[in-house]
């Protein structure tokens, strides 16, 4: 209960006022619940016909005020009888409730109209917080093997909050104002029998309480295991070439089902847990009426009964409308815990500590820096505090309009190293400074925005050459994209397109070929002029030809900038201004592509087996 009231803290609050809403439009329908079934009981009297007494109006006063509600209602229809005649009077009463029927059933929807908002809004809002959370964390937060996972989390919990949690909501305004109302309305009638139904109700309560316990764990170990099926669908999706390559779809389809049957049986248990609620309390709540009827009819037999036959019947009516909302209270003790399973995976999302911080004062970072140099102090990095450190301490200066080169084996720590510049990590110890300033002294947004990226895998969008071009760039204009796609060698096989600027390039850009889209990521960042380049074996993946192309359309791009180029083809770099040869995380040797060369190490090395 503690943690579900946290989490209306935290996010119903916004909606306060459809929640007083729900209030009023509740209490409204208790009120004119009693008073509808209220009507029916002279309708009774009169239809039994054991009424002989003549009723004399009781002026009103607090003091029996029951008794003379009762007398004056009698007396009223006895006037309305003594006008009118029996028929006349049975279709007065009956008009009057359905009126008040009509008032109720309004203000009852009115008040689960005005959770609607509500509930759609928590959803919406829980969402958005999801996402704009994923999208602000480092990015090695989001590795493979979490996007199907993050999925599951934003698509099936946060519908399981919505389902459990704000409808559980709905029924927390409405119930235990209905129960409070009918509750007193019980005890104002008969306060015997009430206390005798009140001796009786702990047994359901208990009872319902026990089918909710350990529905939490059950509700989130079966979200787990959608979780595995949401990320093998997407692994699924994303290696379909692959899969079909080694003909491994039937050893896929067995991993798949391996854990949709797993999934299955979690369901299984929770849903049939669940099942189990409503016929008990069913079975439950009638077995409490009969006590009543058994307790309240040996009362009336007695002939000392302390209320009347249709007192006793309209008694029953509300006990039963008590036994409802009761029921449904006992609902939300196994639905909040469903949900509160959901938020807690939700909240493994939104609790996760971004380790990269803005500063608290931020340095200005003018357009034109670097003006001198970027620096490596010393930079240690390991991706995480218990796994082995990556690069390890490394120092390196770029100086400004210079391109240095990084070279090394696979897995030597290269784009680790130079990730580290836009801060998707921070370094773990060291510092890296640009024009003598540490990067965590500036604005993040201030940081990446003068530097600009070309990938080994070109990232486009489904989204047209326009667009992707114009991606890092507010208000661009088509002339800008025109003269930024000349340059980067894109022009052409754009215009050779069927609509031109306008195409889509199919999702990820899977219309185009390799080279195609390393052109227009580079036409990307050459419109955003960024005076810092990382190229991170942006060539790496291309056949000689397209290499070429793109090879041209980079020098272009590297002229006049800050670059920092990572390439596994020689060739590519020689012309750099320093070559950086990495191993196992340290720069191992350093200079000019003659000097390497002549130095015969590790570069020449390289070198002469590219040669073959
Ligand atoms: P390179 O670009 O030189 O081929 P990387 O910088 O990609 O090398 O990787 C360097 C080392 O860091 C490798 O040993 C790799 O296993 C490890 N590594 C890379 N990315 C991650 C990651 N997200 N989490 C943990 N380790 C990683
Ligand atoms: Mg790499």
């Known amino acids: 209960m503690k943690d579900f009231l946290k989490v209306l803290r935290r996010f119903a609050m916004p909606y306060k006022r459809y929640m007083i809403g729900a209030v009023i439009g509740n209490m409204l329908s208790a009120v004119l619940n009693v008073f509808s079934f209220m009507s029916v009981l002279p309708m009774l009297h009169m239809l039994f016909g054991m009424d002989t007494t003549a009723y004399e109006f009781q002026p009103w006063q607090w003091d029996g005020i029951k008794d003379i509600a009762i007398n004056n209602l009698y007396y009223y229809t006895t006037v309305l009888i003594g006008r009118y005649g029996h028929q006349t009077t049975l279709l007065i009463i009956g008009i009057f409730l359905c009126l008040t029927t009509f008032l109720k059933t309004a203000s009852y929807f009115f008040s689960s109209a005005v959770m609607v908002p509500l509930r759609t809004g928590v959803v919406r809002d829980i969402r958005i917080m999801v996402y704009s959370k994923v999208l602000h964390l480092p990015l090695a937060f989001v590795t493979d093997e979490r996007r199907g996972d993050i999925i599951a989390r934003m698509s099936g919990d946060v519908a399981e909050v919505e389902t459990s949690i704000t409808s559980s909501l709905n029924m927390l305004i409405k119930d235990p104002i209905l129960i409070i109302f009918y509750f007193f309305t019980l005890v104002f009638v008969s306060w015997q029998l009430t206390l005798f139904t009140v001796l009786v109700m702990p047994g359901l309560i208990w009872v319902m309480g026990a089918i909710g316990r350990k529905l939490k764990a059950k509700s989130l170990y079966a979200q787990n295991k959608w979780s595995e099926t949401m990320s093998q669908l997407d692994e699924m999706l994303g290696g379909l070439r692959i899969i079909k390559a080694f003909i491994a779809e039937d050893k896929m389809l067995d991993r798949f089902s391996r854990v949709n049957n797993e999934f299955r049986d979690a369901s299984n248990r929770v849903a049939i847990r669940q099942a189990s609620a409503h016929p008990v309390s069913e079975f439950l709540g009638t077995c409490i009426i009969v006590l009543v009827l058994w ?18 019947i309209f008694y029953m009516v509300i006990l ?12 939300t003790s196994y639905q909040i815990p469903k949900g509160l399973a959901s938020m807690e995976r939700i909240d493994k999302i939104l609790n996760t500590e971004n380790p990269i911080k803005e500063p608290l004062k931020p340095h200005a970072l003018a357009p034109s820096q670097p003006n001198e140099s970027i620096v490596f102090r010393n930079v240690h990095f390991s991706y995480s505090n218990n796994s082995l450190e990556v690069i390890h301490g490394v120092d390196l200066t770029v100086p400004k309009g210079k391109t240095i080169a990084l070279v090394g084996q696979s897995g030597s720590g290269k784009s680790t190293l130079v990730d580290l510049l836009p801060r998707y990590h921070d370094v773990t110890d060291g510092q890296i400074l640009i024009d003598g300033i540490d990067i965590r002294e500036f604005r993040i947004h201030d940081l990446r925005s003068l530097i600009g990226n070309v990938n ?51 999702d990820r850009g899977c219309r185009l070929s390799g080279g195609q889209r390393q052109r227009i990521s580079i036409a ?58 990495l191993h196992e995380g340290r720069i191992v040797e350093r200079g000019t592509h003659e000097q390497l060369i002549q130095q015969g190490g590790y570069y020449k090395h390289l070198n002469d087996m590219q040669q073959l």
């Open 295 to 312: 307790f309240g009819g040996t009362l009336i037999f007695s002939n000392k009964a302390p209320i009347d036959a249709p007192t006793f």
């Open 320 to 331: 039963y409308s008590v036994i409802n909302p009761l029921k449904d209270l006992s609902k």
């Open 456 to 506: 080994q895998e070109a990232i486009l969008f489904n989204d047209t050459f326009f667009n992707n071009i114009a991606f890092g760039v507010e208000n661009a204009t088509m002339e800008q994209v025109v003269e930024a796609a000349k340059i980067a060698n894109a022009h052409e096989f754009i215009m050779q397109s069927e609509q031109g600027y306008d195409t889509y390039v199919g």
């Open 524 to 581: 990307r960042a050459i419109l955003k002029n960024p005076p810092i380049l990382i190229l991170d074996e942006a060539t790496s993946a291309l056949d000689t030809e397209s290499e070429r192309l793109v090879q041209e359309a980079l020098e272009r791009l590297m002229k006049s900038r800050t670059t920092i180029a990572i390439a596994h083809r020689l060739s590519t770099i020689k012309n750099a201004d320093e070559i950086c040869v």
